[in-house]
């Protein structure tokens, strides 16, 4: 029984500019900038290696208005290769295509099919007696697309397998812009076989009579977009039945990398264990290189000590990593508290009977909250309503944030107090 296999993908966002200000390090930098390229051209590589009959791209493809020729001849030349290979391509423009020009005036090879912004469907070229393949799809005409697509498809073609390509917020997904929102429940009724997402950046999938899949993207941007990222490639046979398979194609995996430093007294202990850490989240990784989030944090005497030399520490894990190999930090942070002591009270440490001064008769006091709260509402103010609401959405979350600037504060403040050499001692 013969088979029509494809590879979908979507939200490759060719040339997206670097999103996290932490990239600091040129090489780390360089590697992310050009990665939705090199994934790109594995998708590419996929299809060549499995001899697919067709590529998907469901949306998103381009980043927006900023794209460059030589982006276009870029795709072009990858573009070209299937079609050398007689596999067939379909896109749809999502909504960060619809920004860019270089989208509707880009000349591709004959066997890829855009779809405009009426819906439309193409058939498969098949052998006789195979069962006839239809793609159907529909493009977005304007970035915005707040009512949904979904009723505008043309029905399904009797007696053959129906393939959708749509860009949608899925059932509303959280932490997604609304972009021609449809319900999973529309889409399985819809009696298509195969519905070939894109725009939510996590992959799912839903099995049955029509299987649902989001890839997600490809290759992710910043430590928002963690995780391994991969592809779909989709076998169907000539009797409806199907078959997934998810293929990891990212250059470069974002994760968070705990580290409990808790009890250690020493900083070269500490270099020990974050390098540990690093070296287990890489065993763990299924894309060529890290990109780690380091988080150290516990109770320990090190706290000021790395307080006040967060940057040090950061070169140290640095070193570290490249130690390991294709290991990058892209940042680090540490939220360490020195052990608390048994009686303070009877506490005879200098800096110990400051911090109790500090927490007690002034952080605790109402006057330092109502001059903290005066300085962090002018700090708002200067921020965008969006941000703003981020970082205290009412007033508890306002009154968490004071605390935690308070907290954060004093603990900066004896840090820098505190003279210490590299073990950690006073």
Known sequence: MSAFRFVHSADIHLDSPLRS?????PGLAELIGNASRQVFVRIVDLCLD???DALLLAGDLYDGDQTSMKTARFLTEQLRRLDAAGIRVFIIRGNHDALSKITKELVL???VTVFGGRADAVEMSRER???PIWVHGISFAKPQAPESLFDKYKPPVAGAINIGLMHTSLDGAPGHDVYAPCSTA??????FRYWALGHIHRRSTAEGACAIVMPGMPQGRDIGENGPKSVTLVSVLDDGSLSLDERIVSMAQFERVAVDASGLVAWRELAARI???LGEASDRSHSD???????????TPLAWTIRRDADLLRTEAESRAGAI???????LETDCRKPAVVDPADSADPVEVLRRTIADEIVGSEAFHVQAQIIVDNLLDQLPPESRRVLAPDETGLALLIGRLSDDGFEEVLARLTAADADGAR
Do not use: M
Not at 289 to 299: E, F
Not at 325 to 331: A, D, H, R
């Open 21 to 25: 200000l932490a990239l600091r390090n």
């Open 325 to 331: 190999g294709n290991v990058w930090i892209e940042k």
């Open 129 to 131: 007696g195979e069962r």
């Open 50 to 52: 499995e001899r697919v």
């Open 186 to 191: 529309d889409l399985a009724r819809s009696g």
């Open 275 to 277: 390098e540990s850490a």
């Open 289 to 299: 290189h890290l990109v780690a989030r380091v988080s150290v944090s516990g109770a």
């Open 109 to 111: 090879p004959d066997s």
